[in-house]
């Protein structure tokens, strides 16, 4: 919860755990659901922008060194390049249709 102090300064404190406890629930579910290969597609992009805001709250809040340092920038490029993939292997999405 301090880091998302850190990063989210605008947050009021009373709002803080709610924020952190949303944040890391929203990155579990997505990042399961990317595993498993459910909805790859709109998760991968809903993914990447969760990503990129987490990029640029670290930028505004710590400097750009701190984001390039984490490598977010690149994982939410990654998770918009996984969401133009129109070959699906492995998924579940595929074996449910």
């Not at 949303?22 to 809903?46: H, N, S, W, Y």
């Not at 990654?78 to 133009?84: E, H, K, Q, V, Y």
């Amino acid at each position: 919860m301090a880091y998302t102090k850190l990063i989210n300064p605008l947050v009021p404190e009373m709002l803080m755990p709610t924020v952190g406890s949303i944040a890391t629930a929203v990155e579990t579910i997505f990042g399961i659901r990317l595993i498993l290969g459910l909805k790859t597609e709109i998760i991968a992009k809903l993914s990447g922008y969760l990503l990129l805001v987490f990029a640029l709250a670290i930028t505004f809040s710590n400097g750009i060194k701190g984001a390039f340092d984490y490598s977010v920038f690149a994982a939410s490029a990654d998770a918009f390049a996984l969401s133009t993939f129109t070959e699906k292997y492995l998924e579940v999405d595929e074996l449910i249709s």
